[in-house]
């Protein structure tokens, strides 16, 4: 068995050390090594045994890596494929929303002009109705216990009023589907601002996308660490194999194997521990043995510290790949929590895409309810222009009547008169015309019509203004 080179590898910082050339005492020989030396060497080299617990962590550790990083690259091409279809999902979803508003849109434009037109309508029909309470009836032409009254008088309101009670039913209806419709664009406005926040997600997709980026080296350099230590502890596992050696051939070591070499912390006999004969060795093998022995005793402690800085470094690592992990969890918890929002809005779009077409339906409904109303309120403010122009003409058929009477009663008056043969009767010889001195024939006129009434009494202002009104109206 060779025994020129150590055992143990030197550390980081006493490498150097390892490779140097065997140690010699102050004369130059090489020095001597007891029994009590040896058993120091022994039991902290079983001491640094228990770094076995270590390296097993640290092939944990590297197994829950791979796993950890496997399950990391599920999760995150899961939350990836979710986020771009319920991104295009979106955007299918603010087409159709964009579309509802339009439609909406272009209904209350349209339901805005229509009652304009109602307006101007009903402005028209006022207009007139106020022409008829402020022209009074002359109070000639109604019985003399009558108070005054205005053409509005005769007017039947009931038509206006049911009209109007119409209209205005007609428009809370509408403005309630609005309404209705507003709430709906709203909710579902909500929805999709929900939705796009939940697809997003920007800041936690780069944060995830960094951390991605800086985990990728983190599986070859826990299989580095962990290689390292197993190699570590191999060494530290032929150092003790080197220690029981090197007893069992120094005077009573063999004794001192047999108390205390019984198994070591790797759950395997030392390699020397039970062997049934000892090799003969020669004194400068045994030198020699004795030299890389002490070597490696002195380098021993910086090897275990080492196995642990190892370790206490993996785990650093190991946690860091914990929370990336529980960030990609959190990741595709986000997703699927969205992606079950969607279906909520998805169920949730039938309804709205049902109300905006029950608002657009019922808007065409009671317009053409109100379009019809429309025509009726100017059919009335026609009739009561008609019944404005006619008491007009009335007035002025009045005046006609007057004149007319006044003039037939002008020619009986001229045709009975005898003042010719008074002015003139001197003058004349009485034989010139036999008929000279008769008086002029008598007419009698008799009315046709006895309830005809008297005509009233209607000034001549007041025919004229008529007058001018009906020839303003050509």
Same mark, same amino acid.
């Given at each position: 068995?060779?025994?020129?080179?150590?055992?143990?590898?030197?550390?980081?910082?006493?490498? !150097?050390?390892? !490779?140097?050339?065997?140690?010699?005492?102050?004369?130059?020989?090489?020095?001597?090594?007891?029994?009590?030396?040896?058993? /120091?060497?022994?039991?902290?080299?079983?001491?640094?045994? !228990?770094?076995?617990?270590?390296?097993?962590?640290?092939?944990?550790?590297?197994?829950?890596?791979?796993?950890?990083?496997?399950?990391?690259v599920v999760l995150r091409a899961r939350a990836g494929f979710l986020r771009q279809a319920m991104a295009e999902q979106w955007r299918l979803l603010a087409r159709i929303q964009h579309g509802i508003e339009?439609?909406?849109?272009?209904?209350?434009?349209?339901?805005?002009?229509?009652?304009?037109?109602? /307006? /101007?309508?009903?402005?028209?029909?006022?207009?007139?109705?106020?022409?008829?309470?402020?022209?009074?009836?002359?109070?000639?032409?109604?019985?003399?216990?009558?108070?005054?009254?205005?053409?509005?008088?005769?007017?039947?309101?009931?038509?206006?009023?049911?009209?109007?009670?119409?209209?205005?039913?007609?428009?809370?209806?509408?403005?309630?589907a609005q309404r209705a419709l507003r709430q709906t664009i709203q909710d579902f406005s909500h929805d999709l601002h929900r939705l796009q926040h939940a697809v997003e997600a920007k800041a936690a997709a780069d944060e995830t996308r960094a951390a991605d980026a800086s985990m990728l080296p983190i599986l070859p350099s826990l299989e580095s660490h962990a290689k390292e230590m197993a190699d570590l502890l191999e060494s530290l596992v032929r150092h003790f194999d080197l220690c029981v050696t090197a007893l069992k051939h120094t005077e009573g070591g063999a004794g001192a194997v047999a108390a205390h070499a019984v198994t070591t912390d790797d759950r395997r006999p030392p390699a020397g521990a039970g062997a049934a004969a000892v090799e003969t060795m020669g004194d400068e093998e045994r030198g020699?043995?004795?030299?890389?022995?002490?070597?490696?005793?002195?380098?021993?402690?910086?090897?275990?510290?080492?196995?642990?800085?190892?370790?206490?470094?993996?785990?650093?690592?190991?946690?860091?790949?914990?929370?990336?992990?529980?960030?990609?969890?959190?990741?595709?918890?986000?997703?699927?929590?969205?992606?079950?929002?969607?279906? /909520?809005?998805?169920?949730?779009?039938?309804?709205?895409?049902?109300?905006?077409?029950?608002?657009?339906?019922?808007?065409?409904?009671?317009?053409?309810?109100?379009?019809?109303?429309?025509?009726e309120l100017d059919g009335l403010r026609d009739f009561y222009d008609h019944f404005a122009a006619a008491y007009d003409d009335l007035l002025i058929e009045i005046g006609h009547r007057r004149d007319t009477q006044k003039k037939v009663q002008a020619v009986v008056k001229d045709a009975m008169a005898s003042a010719f043969r008074h002015d003139q009767g001197d003058y004349l010889p009485s034989d010139i015309w036999p008929g000279l001195m008769s008086p002029p024939i008598r007419y009698e006129i008799v009315p046709l019509d006895m309830d005809a009434g008297s005509i009233p009494d209607i000034s001549r202002k007041l025919i004229e203004q008529a007058t001018r009104r009906a020839h303003h109206r050509l």
């Open positions: 068995m060779s025994t020129g080179e150590g055992t143990l590898p030197a550390p980081a910082s006493t490498r !150097s050390i390892a !490779s140097s050339s065997m140690e010699r005492g102050l004369d130059g020989s090489r020095t001597a090594t007891g029994l009590d030396t040896l058993l /120091d060497y022994l039991l902290a080299s079983k001491r640094s045994l !228990s770094s076995t617990t270590l390296v097993w962590r640290a092939n944990e550790i590297v197994h829950g890596a791979r796993e950890a990083l496997t399950e990391g339009q439609a909406a849109g272009r209904g209350q434009a349209d339901f805005e002009a229509t009652l304009r037109e109602l /307006d /101007d309508a009903d402005a028209r029909l006022q207009a007139t109705v106020d022409v008829l309470q402020s022209t009074v009836v002359e109070r000639s032409m109604r019985p003399a216990d009558e108070g005054p009254r205005s053409l509005h008088h005769f007017v039947d309101e009931q038509n206006v009023e049911r009209l109007k009670s119409g209209l205005k039913e007609s428009i809370d209806q509408v403005q309630e020699e043995m004795l030299d890389v022995l002490g070597r490696d005793a002195a380098e021993l402690e910086d090897v275990v510290l080492e196995i642990r800085d190892r370790l206490a470094e993996m785990e650093a690592q190991s946690d860091d790949l914990t929370a990336f992990l529980d960030r990609l969890a959190a990741s595709h918890a986000e997703a699927l929590a969205a992606f079950e929002l969607l279906e /909520d809005v998805g169920t949730r779009l039938r309804r709205y895409v049902r109300r905006s077409r029950e608002s657009v339906g019922r808007w065409h409904e009671h317009k053409s309810r109100i379009r019809d109303r429309m025509q």
